[in-house]
């Protein structure tokens, strides 16, 4: 099964700061998501990276998926207080069966982001 | 569009009762998932929906969970008897498949259970 190792596991920065978080997998990733999420809450999309080398940045926030595909980062620059929350990665996993594919998404621990004022 | 409707929000229940948590896809979406998130874990799939069948259940602990999706659209998930250790947000998600983005999955708010 694929296994998502992030890390860290929890960051603390002050505000302003630049960070990144990493996303590790035992498997070469087919699709690679970013999502934060508020504690207790849903997950809102952040962003989806498919091609080993791609990257895509939406105002402060940069995802990158190296060549091999099996490691992504998520950079966050001058971080603000509305980055806090918690940051998953998950990846897409096929099943064949008769009726064609089915993809599910399996996901890593999460990092949790706390920005101090 | 409308997005991933789940409720309720919030729920408080004591051990061995029961509970049921229902949620309302996005129209067009034919494959719907359950997902449980333990505090501090990331989510982890509890069933998958394809229409109205069954893809995967293999993580659902059947012998207190259920879930249906009888006609297709909406879904829901109860868990009878209820444990302290099924304290936890329960996620559900819908997707469509897009070949020129890949799968687009939407979750909904989740709804966070409590078993006291």
């Not at chain 1, 890390?7 to 934060?36: F, H, R």
């Not at chain 1, 069966?97 to 949790?112: A, D, E, P, R, V």
């Not at chain 2, 229940?13 to 948590?21: L, P, Y």
């Not at chain 2, 250790?85 to 996620?91: F, I, N, Q, T």
Request: with cysteine; glycine share 10%; charged share 20%.
């Amino acid at each position: 099964s694929q296994e998502l190792e992030q890390s860290p596991q929890s960051l603390i920065v002050q505000e302003g700061k630049n960070l990144t978080i990493n996303c590790t997998s035992s498997k070469t990733l087919y699709g690679l998501y970013w999502y934060k999420q508020k504690y207790g809450e849903g997950l809102i999309f952040l962003m989806m990276l498919q091609k080993g080398g791609e990257e895509k940045s939406h105002e402060k926030i940069t995802a990158k998926l190296d060549e091999k595909k099996q490691q992504s980062s998520l950079h966050i620059t001058a971080s603000q207080p509305s980055h806090a929350g918690i940051y998953l990665c998950g990846a897409d996993k096929a099943r064949r069966n008769s009726g064609g594919s089915n993809y599910k998404l399996t996901f890593g621990k999460g990092t949790l982001l706390t920005v101090n004022p | 569009e409308a997005g991933v409707a789940q409720s309720p929000r919030y729920k408080i229940i004591e051990k061995r009762q029961s509970v049921a948590f229902w949620c309302n896809p996005i129209s067009g979406h034919a494959t719907l998932y359950w997902y449980q998130q333990i505090l501090g874990q990331g989510p982890k799939l509890l069933i998958q929906f394809q229409n109205n069948g069954v893809v995967d259940d293999s993580q659902l602990p059947k012998d207190r969970f259920s879930a249906e999706r009888l006609k297709g659209v909406d879904s829901t998930l109860k868990i009878q008897p209820a444990k302290l250790e099924d304290s936890a947000v329960y996620l559900c998600a819908s997707s469509s498949r897009r070949s020129d983005r890949g799968l687009g999955y939407t979750f909904g708010s989740g709804t966070r259970l409590t078993v006291v």
